[in-house]
């Protein structure tokens, strides 16, 4: 029989069979050698995963074996060698075959980690006839605890409990054995109902006993983790029982936690910080801290020589949580044994700002650079220090104020409702204090504007339209739509 | 220091509440027994000493001779603003260079506090100063961005005309010890405010000889040619100018919201009917 029969090609295709031959040889570059286009192609133009038979290295073949060859050895990639071999072999081409061989064969096997002798079957790569050796590749994951036996001998001497009964206990080690150390699930399946935490605590503590009556002396186990950190039912029970309450909070308990928690610290800080304040020996070092800690004790009434801003009632509330904030920040620099006088005025900046947002303090240093101040000062001394300080605070002092005087036109303009005789009054106000002020700071008073705006918006109800009260005469008509 | 001269002024005899000297005076009033106890290592309160530092790099280009690892000669180093001696008060600073330097971590151990190196990388330098024993136990952590290039890259550099980078800086002691201000009471390095009134300090320590002197400070420093001036009087000028601004502006809004006010609580009284 012709091995162009069976694979079904016409005879009288010898120019095919030439250019199968001639095509690995001309294509080299596009496909590994020895292997036909099409079953290249067949692998998805992907080399096969063990390496290609170079076919130089090969006897020559008549070309009508070839394409025997070819596809035989493509069938050694995927697998089929038996059909390889019983193809060569029926076609003579024993020798063509590389030196390996690979059988695959249904053989018996057993498992170390059976304890039963069972004998299953599965397929099993032959190599040369070679059978794998060792042990069931799966053997090794069977592991298991050691739980303790104990002899009753031991149980009288060491492990009696008045909670337990011998059977109990007996019990549960068997348990334990048998469910390596699930406890969960030892639970479900204890006769008597135990809580997971009694069992956990009566296995441990038998555990525990038995370790120490055996060791031979005490300090040979007193390392061992069960001496060392017994289990603690109270502790356990407790535990879980503050863990599942803590799961189980509602929505609404959380967010009274937080403010318990932030209200709680808020006192402490003060508390802190009073004490600080208080403390007569306020530095010489920085004349904002012993201005603050004036201001702090006496309350406003004397005028610390240096101080040359009233500030108006409104603003005091602000200024006495920044002043508690400089002075737990001068405290803490003086536990400091040694500090660089840059730390000290980044912490003073940041205790100034602390009740600012983001915004704000971006809104300060931008400030600071219309200034013509360095954001941090090239040559930080003392008195520089100090001075960036208060001119820092005095800024947020002027940003304050101008969110407050937005807020109040704005708020002044609710009044007027109904009365259109006083629009025309109020552009000439604003736009006075936009005038003025753009001069020096022109972006942060509109920005002040807009955002107060929004914030009136948030809080006076989602009918209004305020805007930046630099124009409020053509805003309101359209706000008077909304609102009516 | 203006706090400590108004601190002078109402020092002695004014018996009202003002300013914290009287406060010092009634501790010290109040616990005797502490100021007569001379302990030298006691701390004091009220009094701190400041070193003013300047800290940087010195990078010259090597020209001709730079090879790829070595382009660059620098020198980092921290002196006195003045360039006076810091010998006085650190006894040793140890610099902590890139990791690819052998032994990276450079200890020096007297004045003038440098080191000079060739390289061709800029990387962040840990400067720790560590200072006597009387003076303070714990270290202090300076941190300085090695500069060999200039910042315009148009720039040519010079083998003469050296980048120079450096940073000024004031070292804090809070509560000095007395014998730590004992020894450098006089010292140019050393800035203390004015002491108390009623404040003794046992006999300053002579200072050490100018030869001794000479060797520590960096005045006739090589590289002192390059070494930049920092005064404060233009930062106190700009920051003076700025808070006049400010003020001012306070006091205008605040003469607006009070002028809303009024207006508001007029509307107030005539509509309520």
Excluded at chain 1, 381 to 402: D, F, G, P, S, Y
Excluded at chain 1, 439 to 454: D, L
Excluded at chain 2, 90 to 114: C, D, G, M, Y
Aim: glycine share 4%; aromatic share 8%; hydrophobic share 35%.
């Amino acid at each position: 029989m012709d091995a162009k029969d069976i694979l079904g090609i016409p005879k009288t295709q010898l120019p095919t069979t030439q250019e199968k031959k001639s095509r690995p040889q001309k294509e080299p570059q596009r496909k590994p050698d020895g292997i036909s286009r099409e079953v290249y192609a067949l692998t998805g133009g992907l080399a096969p995963l063990m390496p290609s038979i170079d076919v130089s290295q090969l006897k020559k073949r008549p070309p009508s074996d070839e394409k025997v060859y070819f596809l035989s050895i493509n069938f050694l990639h995927f697998g089929m060698v038996n059909d390889v071999l019983n193809c060569c072999n029926l076609y003579n081409l024993k020798e063509s075959i590389p030196c390996i061989q690979i059988t695959w064969q249904w053989l018996p096997f057993t498992n170390s980690a059976r304890k039963d002798n069972l004998q299953l079957y599965h397929w099993v790569r032959v190599v040369n006839g070679v059978p794998p050796t060792g042990d069931y590749s799966f053997a090794k994951y069977n592991k298991s605890v050691d739980v303790v036996k104990y002899t009753d001998e031991e149980y009288e001497k060491y492990l009696t409990d008045p909670m337990w009964t011998k059977e109990e206990t007996d019990q549960l080690f068997e348990l334990c054995e048998r469910f390596d150390l699930r406890f969960i699930v030892i639970a479900d399946r204890f006769p008597s109902s135990r809580t997971v935490e009694e069992l956990k605590d009566r296995y441990y503590g038998v555990s525990r006993a038995i370790l120490i009556a055996r060791a031979p002396s005490p300090t040979d186990v007193s390392g061992h983790p069960l001496v060392k950190d017994p289990y603690n039912v109270s502790q356990e029970v407790e535990r879980k029982r503050a863990l599942s309450m803590v799961l189980s909070q509602t929505k609404h308990q959380e967010r009274k936690d937080a403010e318990v928690l932030a209200e709680a610290k808020r006192i402490t800080d003060s508390r802190m910080a009073s004490r600080a304040a208080e403390e007569p020996e306020m530095p010489v070092a920085s004349h904002v801290g012993s201005e603050s800690a004036d201001r702090a004790v006496v309350l406003g009434d004397t005028v610390s020589p240096s101080s040359n801003i009233q500030l108006p009632s409104a603003t005091v509330v602000p200024s006495t949580s920044i002043i508690a904030d400089s002075a737990s920040t001068l405290a803490s620099l003086r536990m400091l044994r040694v500090y660089l006088r840059t730390y000290a005025l980044e912490q003073m900046v940041q205790a100034a700002s602390s009740s600012a947002g983001l915004r704000t303090i971006k809104r300060v240093e931008q400030a600071l650079q219309e200034l013509g101040v360095n954001l941090k000062p090239k040559v930080p001394t003392k008195a520089v220090c100090a001075e960036h300080l208060e001119l820092r605070k005095e800024i947020l002092t002027l940003l304050n104020l101008q969110k407050q005087l937005q807020y109040k036109e704005a708020e002044g303009s609710s009044y007027r409702d109904g009365s259109y005789i006083d629009m025309p009054g109020t552009p000439k106000r604003s736009q006075r204090a936009g005038d003025q002020d753009r001069t020096f700071v022109p972006e942060s008073i509109n920005f002040g504007g807009e955002r107060v705006g929004k914030r009136d918006q948030k809080r006076k109800g989602p009918g209004r339209l305020s805007e930046a009260p630099s124009s409020p005469a053509h805003k309101r008509p359209r706000k008077k739509a909304s609102d009516l | 220091m203006t706090n400590s001269s108004s601190s002078k002024k109402h020092g002695p005899g004014q018996p009202e509440e003002s300013g914290p000297t009287l406060k010092l005076q009634r501790i010290k009033m109040s616990k005797p027994e502490e100021a007569e106890k001379k302990n030298l290592n006691k701390k004091l309160k009220d009094v701190e000493i400041s070193i003013p530092i300047v800290y940087g790099n010195v990078a010259f280009w090597l020209g001709k001779k730079a090879s790829e690892y070595q382009s660059h000669k620098w020198t980092v180093y921290v002196r006195g603003a003045t360039n006076e001696d810091l010998g006085v008060v650190i006894k040793r600073a140890v610099f902590q260079l890139h990791s690819s330097f052998n032994n990276p971590t450079r200890a020096v151990e007297s004045p003038p506090f440098e080191l000079s190196e060739s390289g061709w990388g800029e990387f962040e330098i840990a400067i720790t100063l560590y200072f006597h024993a009387d003076v303070c136990d714990k270290p202090l952590n300076l941190y300085h961005h090695l500069k060999l290039y200039p910042e315009d890259e148009s720039g040519s550099m010079s083998t003469k005309k050296p980048v120079v980078v450096e940073s000024y800086d004031e070292i804090v002691f809070p509560e000095p010890s007395d014998s730590f201000l004992a020894r450098v009471q006089n010292h140019p390095a050393v800035t203390l405010p004015r002491l108390p009134v009623g404040f003794t300090l046992p006999p300053p320590v002579p200072i050490e000889d100018t030869s001794k002197r000479k060797r520590g400070d960096t005045k006739d420093h090589p590289l002192a040619q390059w070494f930049m001036n920092f005064s404060e009087a233009d930062e106190l000028l700009q920051l003076a100018a700025a808070r006049q601004q400010v003020q001012a502006h306070i006091a205008k809004l605040k003469r607006q919201i009070s002028l809303i006010d009024g207006q508001q609580q007029q509307l107030r009284s005539t509509s309520d009917p």
